[in-house]
């Protein structure tokens, strides 16, 4: 009886392994909005990193959360670190391509709770006196990273908090003076 219960146990968990091991390992999460800014006034909040406190919904989530910047203050080199709690973790973001009031490409690098590298990007697209402005984030899922996706919706759970950061960054851009 417990060697039909264990081999059943075994089948069980060799079907879920392949459940796993069959879910797409590339992802990708993007949120757009439109701000009653210009491109260039929104891409300033994004383009340096030193402004992402006001309007990032992870600077909220932990207020002991320790950063630090190294390179250029703003574009193209310029790295931001963060050491927080388990609802933001540990980890860093580069800036590898800027294009004012166009695009901006950043390196993700996830180091606690889980380890990962992702790209985000960040377009702005001039509409009217508006702006459309889209976060995007792309990556490949490990293993673990793929049995997670099967029980919490990650789409859901970082597009809210994108959607969240897209609101508080279009307060701060539509606040801003007008040139």
């Known amino acids: 009886m417990i060697k039909k219960i264990l081999l059943g146990l075994l089948a069980l968990i060799a079907v879920l392994c392949v459940v ?41 989530m932990d207020p002991n959360c320790k950063f630090s910047y190294e390179g250029p203050a703003a574009g193209v080199g310029a790295t931001f670190r963060w050491e927080g709690n388990m609802d933001v973790g540990t980890g860093n973001m580069t800036i590898t391509e800027s294009k004012p009031a166009d695009l901006i490409l950043i390196r993700l690098e996830f180091l606690k709770p889980m380890q990962g590298v ?5 377009t702005f697209k001039p509409d009217g006196a508006q702006t459309d402005v889209s976060w995007t984030m792309t990556g490949k899922n490990n293993f673990v990273g793929k049995a997670f996706s099967l029980f919490m919706d990650c789409d ?12 508080s960054m279009k307060s701060i851009a539509e606040a801003a003076p007008k040139s």
């Open 156 to 167: 859901k759970m970082v597009g809210g908090q994108f959607e969240k950061g897209l609101a």
């Open 118 to 122: 992702n790209t985000t990007e960040f």
């Open 20 to 60: 796993i091991a069959l879910q797409p390992a590339d992802f990708k999460i993007s949120r757009s909005a439109k701000i009653n800014a210009p491109p260039a006034t929104v891409f300033a909040q994004v383009n340096d990193f030193h402004k992402w406190e006001a309007w990032s919904p992870w600077a909220k």
